[in-house]
């Protein structure tokens, strides 16, 4: 059982690609505590591709590439455990990984109770070289059930980047969250076209399995391998501070997976705060994770209001455009009509401000590539 929220933690790919390494995993699981980000509620340290021996050992077993992994797995999740924290670990449906190391198929059963002897705590499952004659569906359920058989809690992270529909079967085979996207690049309009890809998903994202939008780059301003050197990153100039902020509630609000990919050892202080703003944070983990309801959707523009289990709303606006904009939400199209009489009083998550309080419209401005997160209560008439 897990608690029914959005996963939240860490994980090696954005910045570091294939060269996860145990050195790495420690220096992390050390930063996450020490800089406040476990406090904040990130909970799992995921080490993806990268971390075995290309060629699986004589009985069929994974060996863990003992130049980055010298004390084994077992060791590094007893490690990262006693820092009050969760280990994560990656494998795929395919034969092989996307960076061609070994991937489960075939080897479901005894790739999850090799994962559980190690003390896993999660497995994120990707899905490259996924051998045409197989079914995707088929074939996470199978892990699905290895995982549920193996003796451990192991939280199953799917990742097909969004492809056959997931939000139609991901939750029937047991999965935790799934991917929903396609690789994340360290760039706005990549950021930007997640969001806007995920609009008429949004009703999809909820316990006890979560849509993941990807890792985060907030933080990584241009390093790291998803970052301006990535051959696909075709982006000119790296993320301002205004796209990370932008990044950041919007994957709270809509209810995304919170996984950061920047090298938490080194975050700057203003991208630290953001990532642990408690109150996008708790957004995101409301007790009741309802989806967000869309208000609407124009271009790069869009409102969408999530109901909070303490009987609040949140309010979204983004404006994912290279302009400035000024829109006026009638609140009518919240389900709010000025015959109500019932006003909103807003109050502005990014800067604790009051907004007032509305009845039938609410006119803001919103700058280019940004975000204007509201909590909103009732004042009855
Ligand atoms: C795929 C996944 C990424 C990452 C890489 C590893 O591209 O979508 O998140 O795990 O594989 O090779």
Redesign the pocket.
Known sequence: MYTPTPPMGWNS?NTFG?MPTDRLIRETADAIVALGYREAGYEYVII??GWMLRERDENGLFVADPEKFPYGIGALADYVHGKGLKLGI?SCAGTR???RYPGSFDHEFSDAKQFAQWQVDYL?Y?F?NFPKSAKGRQRYQTMSMALRACGRDIYFAA?N?GLESPETWMRSVGANSY?STP?ILDNFPSAAEIAQSQLNLLHCSAAPCFNDM??LTVGMFGKGHVGLNDPNNKALAACMEQDYVTQFALWSCMGSALIIGADVRSISDSMRRLLQNRELIAINQDAECRCPYLVYHEGAQFCFLKHMSDHTVTLVYANLSDEETEVDCIFADLGLPCTSGVRLRLRDVMTGEDEGVFSDHHPLEIPAHGCRVFRGSFVPA
């Open positions: 790919w294939p993806d591709d990656y990984t996307c960076a994120k990707d490259c990742c980047w991917r690789d990807d890792m």
